[in-house]
């Protein structure tokens, strides 16, 4: 089993920049692809961005594209998600999990862009 704890949002204002963590816990994190996904009000969970399980074969959603990129260190069991410039439609609350979204979700991290 592994748990995931996501941190790094906050309210930031369009054009700007945020890069969230995702610290995982559990021996077996290396051998999964990872992703980032989002949801916001009203709207079903995305994904975001995956990655596969020793880093490379990213894939992005089209709406990031050339804005987002993911990076993994699977010493120590982290995941991150660099954010820029960022626009109002990016406002959700960001999650990790395998890609397959196999694992409990954790509480997420809200990132808000502002006007």
């Known amino acids: 089993q592994v748990q995931f704890v996501e941190s790094g949002g906050g309210l930031v204002q369009a054009g700007g920049s945020l890069r969230l963590s995702c610290a995982a816990s559990?021996?077996?994190?290396?051998?999964?692809?990872m992703a980032w996904y989002r949801q916001a009000p009203g709207k079903q969970r995305e994904l975001v961005a995956s990655i596969g399980s020793s880093g490379g074969s990213e894939n992005y959603a089209d709406s990031v594209k050339g804005r987002f990129t993911i990076i993994r260190d699977n010493a120590p069991n982290t995941m991150y998600l660099q954010m820029n410039s960022l626009k109002p439609e990016d406002t959700a609350v960001y999650y990790c999990?395998?890609?397959?979204?196999?694992?409990?979700w954790g509480q997420g991290t809200q990132v808000t862009v502002s006007q």
């Open positions: 999990n395998s890609r397959a979204g196999r694992f409990a």
């Open positions: 559990g021996s077996t994190f290396s051998i999964y692809a």
